[in-house]
């Protein structure tokens, strides 16, 4: 279920008037984030997409804060995701390269922003 912050949620999700708060009230919380860690996250979020964006169409390598190595051409980025076009050559470097089908070559990666750690410019 999608929740537009700009309205309060009333009974099954419509908005409600005047009913502040009450739509999760019995609801059992299993995270919340810190207070300033929204304004914080933004902030970077904005940062890397204003770094990223005047390379659309050079060839980048990212690295993502699970270990994951990409390398492509950097195709877009919106506020969310940059969007990687690799190939099975670029993407292994000097590594066994696993057996690809046709439907595997020149593929769109769609990475989260928030997930990458390094991000290197090739050309």
Do not use: C
Request: aromatic fraction near 8%; hydrophobic fraction near 30%.
């Amino acid at each position: 279920m999608y929740t537009n912050p700009m309205y309060q949620q009333g009974h099954q999700g419509y908005p409600s008037h005047g009913q502040q708060g009450q739509g999760f009230q019995n609801q059992h919380v299993i995270y919340q984030a810190e207070p300033n860690w929204q304004h914080t996250l933004k902030q970077k979020r904005d940062m890397m997409m204003g770094s990223l964006h005047p390379h659309v169409g050079r060839t980048i390598r990212v690295t993502t804060v699970d270990g994951h190595t990409h390398e492509g051409v950097l195709m877009n980025v919106d506020g969310h995701h940059a969007y990687l076009h690799v190939t099975p050559h670029n993407q292994y470097h000097g590594q066994h390269r696993p057996l690809y089908t046709p439907a595997q070559y020149n593929q769109i990666l769609t990475l989260v922003l928030f997930e990458l750690l390094v991000i290197v410019l090739l050309s």
